[in-house]
């Protein structure tokens, strides 16, 4: 955005800061004000490392930056981010380029009513069919620019009513996106005896329509796509029982090869728990679901709608980042169970200082689908049933972690995981030279406290498989001083690649110091080139080899 | 019309700035609590003792280390400074129905709610999980600290117990 628009901003939300003033003395206004806001910096100095595949780039150095400022003053609330590309870094979207305010926003609240103009993020139930947000880390942003209003017309009864068009790097989408989202508390609406009731349930509906102009000659394209969602919440005592559904008209676009099927997906969560136990389970299907408002858009450009991923989102490097799953929105059919129990202290298992256990198995399929002939003239491109499993398996997991303190100064992790992944689905590459993908993965993570402020904490992971690139290996050591200082080491090494001249050392050193929410980090050394995930938005990061400088920092 | 426009700019911040000597008070947004319903953060009350608010997810792993090791003094905490610990988990829908299982599970006492659209997180300007606050019996935040490395907790502590003490931090 250019200086001129901030300008238009900022005379935009004057009168609003003007008005409070003309009523009351500046000194009272002002002194009610306050501001506060982060900042991220990360920057790389790049080297070429032939053996890696990674090159240098002609800036030497790459640098992603933005700072948040928010001001707010009773019910009055505004804010911008600054972002600086100088020039992106590398695995960012390259669209990132130069500077820019790619956010900002004024709002004020009343007692039923909340107004935001400019920039937002908001979600619809589970995101089926809308969900506006940042992944910082990876340069996802989806946020609307537009307004956004929400009512609560009641207790237990609210209203979120959105218009707007999509963050595209520094500009906006094309498609205009407008949606409209109920909840009913119902104890609370309906009052009486049932607010006390230990049952307690919760009903939501939603409906989102997009508008894009049709361009095509070839095709006769929907120009206003609607989708609309239902939902519930059911909950007694330990436990709890949600769902959604969602249904979207027609939509050809690129994603799905425009075709004029309609979409629909469906996420259903059960569990129970109670102290010492959790047990849940969920499943979900999507069929045809890709909601983006521009029919051609591609990567994660525009998307409207979030469909979760129902895998388990793993925290150790080669769990994480050599084989992580992402939903097919096209078509998938997904089942989850976890259980977390915790062993009591002054058990045979649970020993002197306890134990816990986390078991997850999850597991992926393609939806039972069948092609409709090349002489079919309703362009449906195929009939399924959203609730048949397909033959297809896509993703299998079964995760086993169990969490031990052996005295006050040792602890560890120890993770085991069994994996099958089939890579020419979810990456997209050609199944008659890759092959499903089957690996056994262990970890242990152990803790050792020297004292009260220092310790030491080492990583052993493994990964087997006899598919890919076969066998790696990580070992981290982190020595900790705190609350202020740390230094870590870690070595990736392809030890089993059958190309001998690729069992390549991933090697990696930091350092890092903190105070308060100042954070301060150096790296050297290689990056493997891979997948790389915040939050479960994950994207592709090219190898690279140098220098790292990272700070964050929030007043 | 610009050099203008960047002076007004100077002038409102630096006149904020100034002005802004009280401490900073607990943002509002709307959370989901463990039973689905929707909760004020401006209306988090300890009855006038301090409560610790911190960032975390079921898919971050020094989060959950700092989490699980408080848990274990916790009890005394609470003895001691009268303290509340609110855990505000920003899983989003992927893992949101397992926080409550993964709590309980976990025997956790702390009060534990879902920030699934990040609100309350962008309203405190929080970068990166963990992240944790030290909220005075006013309401008021006076102290907080970014990441974890193992034996934070312990200043976490001092501090907690100066504030109830009453001291300056």
């Known amino acids: 955005m250019s200086l001129k628009k901030v300008i238009s901003f900022v005379l935009l939300i004057a009168p609003f800061i003007a008005n409070n003033i003309s009523a009351q003395s500046i000194d009272q206004v002002m002194s009610r004000g306050e501001i506060h806001g982060n900042f991220q910096l990360d920057m790389q100095y790049y080297q070429e490392d032939s053996l890696i595949g990674a090159t240098a780039v002609p800036e030497h150095t790459l640098m992603n930056g933005f700072a948040n400022f928010i001001y707010t003053n009773g019910n009055f609330e505004a804010g911008f981010r600054y972002e600086s590309y100088l020039n992106t870094m590398l695995g960012f979207p390259a669209k990132y380029k130069g500077n820019g305010i790619g956010y900002r926003y004024a709002s004020f609240t009343n007692e039923e009513m909340k107004i935001t103009v400019g920039n937002f993020y908001e979600q619809f139930g589970n995101g089926l069919i809308f969900r506006s947000y940042e992944e910082r880390g990876l340069g996802y942003d989806n946020a609307m620019d537009g307004i956004r209003i929400n009512y609560k017309l009641a207790e237990g009864l609210s209203v979120k009513g959105v218009i707007g068009k999509q963050r595209l790097y520094f500009e906006s989408g094309e498609g205009i996106v407008r949606g409209i989202d109920g909840e009913l508390m119902v104890n609370d609406v309906l009052g009486g005896t049932l607010k006390e009731s230990k049952t307690k349930l919760t009903l939501g509906g939603s409906f989102v329509s997009k508008y894009q102009a049709d361009q095509s000659s070839q095709y006769n394209l929907p120009e206003n796509v609607g989708a609309y969602a239902g939902r519930f919440v059911l909950q007694r005592g330990k436990i709890s029982l949600n769902g959604e559904y969602a249904r979207k008209i027609n939509d050809p676009s690129a994603d799905n090869n425009f075709i004029y099927k309609e979409g629909e997906a469906f996420y259903a969560q059960t569990s129970y728990s109670s102290k010492g136990f959790g047990l849940t389970f969920s499943a979900k299907g999507v069929d045809n679901m890709s909601f983006r408002s521009d029919r051609n858009a591609s990567l994660t450009d525009l998307q409207i709608n979030y469909l979760p991923t129902l895998t388990r989102q793993h925290l150790y490097n080669l769990l994480a980042t050599l084989y992580p799953y992402a939903t097919q929105p096209n078509g998938e059919i997904a089942f989850q169970g976890e259980l977390v129990y915790k062993f009591k202290k002054e058990t045979f298992l649970g020993g002197k200082n306890g134990m816990s256990l986390l078991i997850n198995y999850s597991t992926v399929y393609n939806i039972d689908s069948t092609a409709l002939p090349a002489s079919d003239t309703t362009y449906l491109g195929y009939t399924s049933n959203l609730f048949a499993i397909g033959e297809e398996r896509y993703y299998d997991e079964i995760n086993v972690e169990l969490t031990k303190k052996f005295s006050p100064k040792l602890s560890g992790i120890f993770t085991y995981s069994n994996i099958m992944f089939n890579q020419a689905v979810v990456q997209g590459k050609t199944p008659q030279d890759h092959p499903d993908i089957y690996a056994n993965v262990g970890v242990i993570d152990l803790t050792y406290k020297l004292n009260k402020k220092h310790a030491i904490r080492a990583e052993f992971q493994g990964l087997f498989t006899k598919q890919d690139h076969q066998d790696w290996a990580t070992v981290l050591i982190e020595y900790s001083y705190a609350p202020h200082w740390f230094i870590a080491v870690m070595d990736q090494y392809n030890f089993g690649n059958l190309i001998e001249k690729e069992r390549i050392h991933y090697y990696f050193a930091s350092a890092g110091y903190l105070k308060g929410t100042n954070r301060i980090q150096i790296g050297y050394g290689r990056q493997r080139e891979g997948i790389f995930c915040v939050g479960g938005v994950c994207r592709n990061v090219p190898a690279a080899s140098g220098l790292t400088l990272s700070i964050t920092s929030s007043f | ?169």
């Open chain 2, 1 to 169: 019309m610009k050099k203008l426009a960047l002076l007004s700019i100077l002038t409102l911040t630096s006149f904020i700035l100034f002005s802004q000597t009280e401490k900073r008070l607990i943002p509002s947004a709307t959370l989901k609590n463990m039973e689905g319903a929707n909760v004020n953060t401006s209306d988090f009350n300890n009855d006038g003792k301090p409560m610790i608010i911190n960032f975390w997810a079921t898919w971050c792993s020094p989060c959950k280390r700092e989490l699980n090791n408080i848990a274990e003094v916790y009890g005394d905490w609470v003895k001691t400074t009268g303290v509340k610990l609110i855990a505000v988990s920003i899983d989003d829908a992927r893992n949101a129905g397992k926080v409550a299982p993964y709590v309980n599970g976990k025997a956790w006492e702390y009060e534990v709610y879902i920030d699934s659209n990040q609100d309350f997180k962008r309203a405190l300007n929080v970068n990166n999980v963990p992240h944790t606050f030290l909220v005075n019996g006013k309401g008021e935040i006076v102290w907080q600290h970014n990441s974890y490395l193992e034996g934070d907790e312990d200043e976490l502590y001092e501090a907690l117990k100066k504030l109830a003490a009453g001291e300056d931090l």
